[in-house]
């Protein structure tokens, strides 16, 4: 069974950083995206950046330049750095796993920026 576990949220003030992590619980050996998203209560999910398995990655517009996304291959995980953030990164962060035409998720993890 595959679990994703995240951590590294937290309170920071405006243009702090974080790092989020992920790690699953399974070696992957097919090919796969994985991913972090965010969710603000009462919107949707949205996507922040993905990884895939060849190396591709792709972030959204709001994350470009302040955000990296990486995976740590022994680790099993996957990383989200964040740079610069702003209140408006405030939300619930999710960790995704696309694998065999399946979707894995954490519980996530809240990062809240605020002074």
């Known amino acids: 069974q595959v679990q994703l576990v995240e951590s590294g949220g937290g309170l920071v003030q405006p243009g702090g950083s974080l790092r989020l992590s992920c790690a699953h619980s399974i070696r992957i050996f097919s090919r796969y995206v994985m991913g972090w998203y965010r969710q603000v209560p009462g919107n949707q999910r949205e996507l922040v950046a993905t990884r895939a398995s060849g190396g591709e990655t792709t972030y959204a517009d709001s994350a470009k330049g302040r955000f990296n996304i990486w995976r740590d291959n022994a680790e099993n995980a996957v990383y989200l750095e964040m740079n610069n953030l702003k209140p408006e990164d405030t939300a619930h962060y999710y960790c995704?796993?696309?694998?065999?035409?399946?979707?894995?998720w954490g519980q996530g993890t809240q990062v809240t920026v605020s002074s």
């Open positions: 995704n796993l696309h694998l065999d035409s399946l979707d894995y």
